[in-house]
């Protein structure tokens, strides 16, 4: 983050409807020039936050800066922010360059130098030839860059995207990404994004702000997040993880030795822990290990009985079943010369020393988590 | 499929067209007769039995005055009616669709209730509260009473139409930094325009042809339903079929032309609009 203020700046704030809590506290800032993502399951408060940041919505408590100043109580068309809505709300009854110059001309600025403006936010978005075009007479991917022009041609400090790509399908949301980034650095605005896509949110951001239940679990970096997640929830939901249930059986300046409930036996390396977990003996921890950190040998201490191989171009996805019963998922690299091994084998799990992770508490469920392990082996 | 099973698709499909012929044709048919007759040239003062065709009523369609004069009062009290109706409709309208409020729900009844009962009732109801309240009958109390049941009319019909309206249009507005008022009127009214015109049409048609609650608050004023009313005891003229028909075609260019610019804005706004 560079000197002077943060563009936003989240300071405690709640927001309350009746008893219905929906945010609890949010209390972070966002840099110039960067790509901020709000991430996390629907209901977690994330789009409630960056109303708020909008303007849609007032914080019950705590307050909202915007470039040092104090907004919480400024209405939206007096904030320099501007969205992108989820569904564009694109004006129908007006052509694209209507819509686009729609900003500049509530703010009374000049016929001549709104013609400039917009034609030029109109080639960064490569729609120079469709400035007379109605919104209904473009594609998903064309709509959603008015609306980008529209936004971006007011120079905002912030923009704030809520869930942009959620309405297109795979493969353009997946070139969207790309053409997000590049007409991020080609503006150098700052970014806000809402989504509930880790993968998306991995891709894309310079960091995260992962939140869960109204709270925020972490801010950091993708990679940090990733490597280093802070509680139970961040190492479930950022990528897949297998999360195994323990106690600690005793700890000294080279590591943590974790007794895991199927009896194994695993040494955590000092500062590999979740800066909240206890390392006394017998708290209740959970070890986490990457599918990608483990590698299948035929001897070692964790026994897996293989119930299923899953062939992924690239690599094997193995699942089996530790000796209490518990899932968990390998990464294979596929076409090597050690051959995955198939369904019904028993073999073992190992890892690197520096691989083990640990976390402070007992998972819901214990094993592996199933979500998109292709998109996180893109990012990192 | 079977030839069996061909026939008996084909025979109802016949019975079918010809029950819906036969609908049409109980609806149409005494618009026809006017139309029809208004060529007519009758012998002595009842334009009833056909007697051969002249263009003569046409040619003079305002051959009589207290007609015209009573066909240019309905026309004042329906415009007049129409603009202070749809004015306040369309803010019901919008109130209802946009806010909850408390209250809204008792509103939503008071709504239908002057389009469910009986005119009979509302006439006579309406009438007895100017008595009572020392207010002289005349072109001011028809209008108020015409003003009653088109504010229900058009509210209820604009909120249908408007229902589903993207109020996020308005926000995104806001945000470009609009005020309430720009957003407003740059972007949701035009977006609703063409729904308020369809009910202010609508509801000026209501007006035009009222006859039980106008006979009971008009006093001395006639205006073209009552003056056809009380003429067709001693004379029913040809002029009234002429001037019925032009009605008729004047209303016909009107829904027609309404209906042409609804399509095209459709076409253009394909969908990412609310009904509007």
Request: charged share 15%.
């Amino acid at each position: 983050m560079d000197a002077g203020f943060p563009v936003v700046k989240l300071d405690n704030v709640r927001k309350q409807y009746g008893s219905f809590v929906a945010v609890h506290q949010a209390d972070f800032s966002i840099g110039r020039g960067e790509f901020f993502a709000m991430l996390g399951p629907s209901g977690c408060g994330k789009t409630t936050t960056l109303k708020m940041i909008a303007g849609f919505e007032q914080p019950t408590a705590g307050r909202v800066f915007l470039e040092g100043e104090d907004v919480s109580q400024v209405p939206p068309h007096k904030r320099n922010v501007n969205t992108v809505f989820q569904q564009y709300a694109l004006f129908p009854h007006m052509s694209v360059f209507d819509n686009v110059a729609f900003g500049p001309r509530s703010k009374k600025i000049n016929e001549a130098e709104v013609k400039t403006r917009v034609n030029e936010m109109l080639e960064v978005v490569r729609l120079g030839d469709f400035a007379a075009r109605r919104p209904a007479q473009l594609s998903g991917g064309q709509q959603q860059r008015v609306a980008l022009a529209r936004a971006l041609v007011n120079y905002p400090s912030a923009l704030l995207l809520d869930e942009p790509l959620a309405a297109l399908d795979l493969k353009l949301r997946e070139a969207m990404q790309i053409e997000l980034k590049r007409i991020q650095r080609e503006v150098g605005i700052t970014f806000v994004f809402v989504t509930h896509d880790q993968g998306e949110a991995l891709t894309m951001s310079d960091r995260i702000a992962v939140m869960s239940e109204g709270l925020v679990e972490q801010v950091g970096a993708p990679v940090d997040i990733y490597a280093r997640p802070e509680t139970l929830f961040v190492a479930g939901f950022i990528g897949s993880a297998n999360l195994l249930p323990g106690t600690v059986m005793s700890s000294d300046g080279a590591g943590t030795r974790v007794q895991l409930l199927d009896g194994t036996q695993v040494v955590v390396a000092a500062g590999n822990s979740a800066p909240n977990a206890s390392l006394s003996q017998g708290n209740q921890v959970t070890v986490m290990l990457r599918p990608e950190q483990v590698v299948l040998e035929s001897e070692g201490s964790m026994k897996v009985f293989i119930t299923d191989t899953v062939f992924q171009g690239s690599s094997v996805r193995v699942v089996g079943r530790t000796a209490n019963d518990t899932e968990v998922t390998a990464i294979v690299p596929a076409g090597s010369n050690h051959k995955a091994p198939s369904a019904g084998e028993s073999v073992f799990m190992q890892w690197h020393a520096s691989a083990p992770y640990l976390l402070e508490g007992w998972p819901e469920t214990a094993g592996s988590t199933n979500t998109n392990v292709d998109s996180i082996e893109a990012t990192l | 499929m079977t030839a069996a099973h061909d026939t008996k698709q084909k025979w109802g499909r016949g019975v079918i067209n010809g029950i819906a012929g036969a609908a049409m044709l109980y609806l149409f048919a005494p618009i026809i007769v006017i139309v029809v007759f208004s060529f007519n040239n009758p012998k002595g003062k009842f334009n009833i039995v056909w007697r051969g065709f002249t263009l003569k009523n046409w040619a003079h369609p305002f051959s009589q005055p207290e007609l015209t004069d009573a066909l240019v009062v309905s026309l004042k009290v329906a415009f007049i009616s129409t603009v202070i109706a749809t004015l306040l409709g369309t803010c019901i309208a919008l109130a209802l669709s946009r806010y909850k409020f408390k209250g809204s729900g008792a509103v939503n009844l008071f709504l239908v209730l002057p389009l469910t009962s009986p005119e009979v009732v509302l006439g006579s109801s309406l009438a007895t509260l100017f008595l009572s309240r020392g207010v002289s009958f005349g072109i001011v109390t028809v209008i108020i009473a015409h003003v009653m049941f088109q504010v229900s009319f058009v509210a209820v019909t604009l909120r249908a139409r408007i229902r589903g309206f993207d109020w996020s249009l308005e926000q995104a507005a806001m945000d470009l930094g609009a005020s309430p008022g720009r957003a407003f009127w740059k972007v949701t009214f035009p977006l609703i325009l063409p729904g308020i015109l369809a009910a202010a049409l609508l509801s000026f048609a209501l007006s035009i042809d009222d006859f039980i609650i106008t006979f009971f608050n008009a006093g001395s004023l006639v205006t073209f339903p009552l003056q056809i009313f009380g003429a067709s005891r001693v004379a029913i003229p040809a002029q009234i079929n002429v001037l019925a028909t032009m009605l008729l075609m004047g209303s016909i260019t009107i829904m027609v032309g309404a209906l042409i610019i609804n399509s095209r804005r459709n076409r253009l706004n394909n969908g990412s609009e609310a009904k509007g």
